[in-house]
């Protein structure tokens, strides 16, 4: 099955800095999404984005799915921005796979 | 908004329990999802179902299952729940099958087996 990467595995930043994730898969795609897990557990859809850019506020996603790999921007982070980012992927259904996530904290 | 409730939000059950976890969806989706989240390991698949009574097993469905008799909702079933069996739960939904549905989650269930 498709294997899906996502590094770094943890980040650190302080308020106002600016990061990029990453999320590298195996396989073609056809649905890839971006999810941001809050410290009490719930995960919000932020981004559908299997291929192309797209901006929401201070995040943007770009997929090169060509090359099978996505990317999550944030800017001018903040405190609650704070938490887990997970990529998504299937190659051809809802049934998504997940990454491990990348564990975001920030420092005010 | 899509809600996407689950009953239970903390258990502690014994070995051996029978464990009934329940998740209630608002938007008529067809598709809802039961999957697993472990330190380090990320989501995993349990199960997952496209319609009424339908199910198909996804990457983790040994010692589970699941019902379906409602479109609103999905039942996760533990018939007989072992200490490996703790972890967060969590149920989604999407609209219907095919690439492209925003899939949307609840807030989790999370299941301690003593």
């Known amino acids: 099955g498709i294997q899906v990467e996502q590094s770094p595995p943890d980040l650190i930043l302080q308020e106002g800095a600016n990061s990029t994730l990453r999320c590298n898969f195996s396989?073609?795609?056809?649905?890839l999404q971006w999810f941001h897990q809050n410290p009490w557990g719930q995960l919000i859809n932020l981004f559908y984005?299997?291929?192309g850019t797209k901006q929401n506020g201070r995040l943007s996603a770009t997929t090169v799915a060509t090359e099978r790999y996505s990317l999550l921007y944030i800017s001018s982070s903040q405190t609650t921005d704070s938490g887990v980012y997970f990529c998504?992927?299937?190659?051809?259904?809802?049934?998504?796979?997940f990454g491990t996530g990348t564990r975001l904290q920030v420092f005010p | 908004d899509v809600k996407v409730t689950q009953s239970s939000r903390y258990l502690v059950k014994r070995t051996g329990e029978k464990v009934f976890l329940e998740c209630v969806q608002d938007?008529?989706?067809?598709?809802m999802f039961w999957y697993r989240q472990d330190p380090g390991l990320g989501l995993r698949l349990i199960y997952f179902?496209?319609?009424?009574?339908?199910?198909e097993k996804g990457d983790i469905p040994e010692g589970y299952s699941v019902s379906r008799e409602k479109k609103e909702r999905f039942s996760l079933i533990l018939e007989s729940a072992s200490t490996n069996q703790t972890s967060m739960y969590l149920c989604?939904?999407?609209?219907?099958?095919?690439?492209?549905?925003?899939?949307?989650f609840g807030e989790g269930s999370w299941l301690t087996v003593v």
């Open positions: 989604a939904s999407s609209l219907r099958q095919g690439a492209g549905n925003t899939i949307y």
């Open positions: 396989d073609s795609v056809n649905n």
């Open positions: 984005i299997p291929s």
């Open positions: 998504a992927v299937s190659p051809f259904t809802d049934k998504l796979i």
């Open positions: 938007m008529d989706h067809e598709n």
């Open positions: 179902s496209y319609d009424v009574k339908m199910k």
